[in-house]
Nanobody, 121 residues
């Protein structure tokens, strides 16, 4: 079973930066897209940023101009560079990879276990 392992979360002051990383425990044969979601206490999980295998990106309006998503399909790894962090960015961040393990398997979404990001004012 493929696992996505996240790192880079932590506590930072408002205006600071963090870089999240997410790597698959084994190579994913074919990746369609990768992304980052977040969930704050008492709120629904929301899409933060996504990137397709072709390199097209999309962002939540609340993070445009501050966050940058990038990915390395060959390494089955996705990153999220977060700059000018705000207290409202505080949440658990989850990475996702949409792909398949071989030509014999279907495409599915894999989820990371989540990493806490806390931004103090």
């Amino acid at each position: 079973q493929v696992q996505l392992v996240e790192s880079g979360g932590g506590l930072v002051q408002a205006g600071g930066s963090l870089r999240l990383s997410c790597a698959a425990s084994e190579s994913i044969f074919s990746i369609n897209a990768m992304g980052w979601y977040r969930q704050a206490p008492g709120k629904q999980r929301e899409l933060v940023a996504g990137i397709t295998s072709g390199g097209s990106t999309n962002y939540a309006d609340s993070v445009k101009g501050r966050f940058t998503i990038s990915g390395d399909n060959a390494k089955s790894t996705v990153y999220l560079q977060m700059n000018n962090l705000k207290p409202e960015d505080t949440a658990v961040y989850y990475c996702t990879v949409d792909g398949r393990l071989s030509v014999l398997t279907g495409t599915r979404r894999y989820w990371g276990q989540g990493t806490q990001v806390t931004v103090s004012s």
